[in-house]
């Protein structure tokens, strides 16, 4: 049986700063412009904590493309992030699709994605279409449908 999510379904855009999120339900796109500071970082927990509160199952499109600085501070505060609501991720969390057009820093990141026991599926790509492409394949490997008709609106 397919999961349909037509009584959740919805579709947000929020600016804060920085971050964008893009929002239809399953698939949630999120891209970073410029650097990433603790105040930032904490907006997109305050975010990524309503998205779980939801308690369905959701997938997460990282829009690198425009990313700046990520300290080595933030980071660690990420890390620690995902660590204290494992449970909470390993309930709802389908995985990451992360857009980055660097072939080394997806290579490397790939490498730490081996390394480290992270929640669901990570894919790292190169482009926008590719990561629609990983979406489907990781949406339908879960039996979990996706209303498109709302175009992604990729920041620019």
């Known amino acids: ?43 997109y927990f305050r975010y990524n904590q309503q998205v779980l509160e939801r308690k369905q199952k959701y997938l997460e499109i990282f ?13 660690k505060e990420f890390a620690d992030y995902l660590k204290t609501h494992r449970p909470q991720f390993e309930r709802y969390y389908l995985g990451a699709i992360v857009v980055m057009e660097s072939a080394i820093v997806r290579g490397a990141l790939r490498a730490i994605s081996w390394l480290q026991s992270y929640v669901g599926e990570h894919k790292y790509v190169a482009s926008r279409e590719e990561a629609i492409a990983e979406t489907k394949k990781l949406l339908s490997a879960n039996e979990i449908t996706w209303d498109e008709s709302q175009p992604i609106d990729w920041p620019s």
């Open 63 to 75: 829009d690198l493309s425009l990313l700046g600085d990520f300290p080595a501070t933030c980071r």
């Open 1 to 43: 049986i397919m999961n349909r999510y037509a009584n959740t379904q919805h579709h947000m855009e929020l600016q804060m700063g920085q971050f964008r999120y893009w929002d239809s339900s399953p698939v949630i796109v999120i891209s970073f412009r410029g650097d990433v500071d603790a105040e930032l970082l904490q907006q």
